[in-house]
């Protein structure tokens, strides 16, 4: 198994260009999240979805648009780059174990925007 | 808002030493969860608490979940330079969602 894959590792904008993050995860893991790290902020949810067709918030989704077309891909679209989406973004896929919950990491995309 | 509050925010000790990583919070949660993450890479899930005072060993790493669910610590016994990463905890909210703590950053010196 791959686990979760992402694409770009690394990608430099304009501010106002768009382009999408790629995760895919091979897991047939119900639930996927996009984060980003921020230096000293830990990492803060931007969207999570719970299952192909279903998607919602986190805590930072200005900017972002997702979709979940089927369980295994879930794209992270910044619709106009700004200076302010410079950030390492994670996508991660879980599933449930009894009453834990396990969530597992993409390597990173690491994003500048200038 | 729900908080995580995550101390120390750095530390650096020598090879053999003991050490505590708290993660604190005012909110109740569901589960609390410790990850390692080393530069360049994904956190890396360590270990999930689910019941309050629950205690759980991964070797030489000590896991503890307060008995009212919101505050839990990380005990390392005889740190080894292997060790050193950014250790994040994170507290489930609801709906899977996960809350984080900012991340302790320990360097063990050989």
């Known amino acids: 198994n791959a686990g979760v894959t992402q694409t770009p590792k690394f990608q430099v904008l304009k501010t106002g260009q768009s382009m999408t993050l790629q995760c895919a995860q091979d897991m047939n893991h119900e639930y996927m999240s996009w984060y980003r790290q921020d230096p000293g902020m830990g990492l803060r949810l931007i969207h999570y979805?719970?299952?192909?067709?279903?998607?919602d918030q986190g805590e930072v989704p200005n900017g972002y648009n997702v979709s979940r077309s089927t369980t295994e891909d879930f794209p992270l679209r910044l619709l106009s780059a700004a200076p302010s989406q410079t950030s390492v973004y994670f996508c991660?896929?879980?599933?449930?174990?009894?009453?834990?919950?396990?969530?597992?990491f993409g390597p990173g995309t690491r994003l500048t925007v200038t | 808002t729900q908080l995580l509050e995550q101390s120390p925010q750095f530390l650096s000790i020598q090879e053999g030493e003991n050490l505590t990583v708290y993660c604190n919070s005012l909110s109740v949660f569901s589960s609390l969860q410790w990850y390692r993450q080393e530069p360049g890479e994904g956190p890396v899930l360590l270990v999930t608490?689910?019941?309050g005072g629950e205690v759980k060993k991964l070797k030489r790493l000590t896991f503890q979940f307060g008995d009212a669910r919101k505050d839990s610590s990380l005990h390392i016994t005889a740190a080894q330079p292997g060790d050193t990463g950014l250790y994040l905890c994170a507290g489930e909210a609801s709906n899977y969602q996960l809350i984080w703590g900012a991340g302790t950053k320990l360097i063990i010196k050989p």
């Open positions: 608490v689910v019941t």
């Open positions: 979805s719970v299952g192909a067709g279903i998607t």
């Open positions: 991660a896929s879980g599933r449930t174990r009894g009453r834990e919950y396990e969530q597992y």
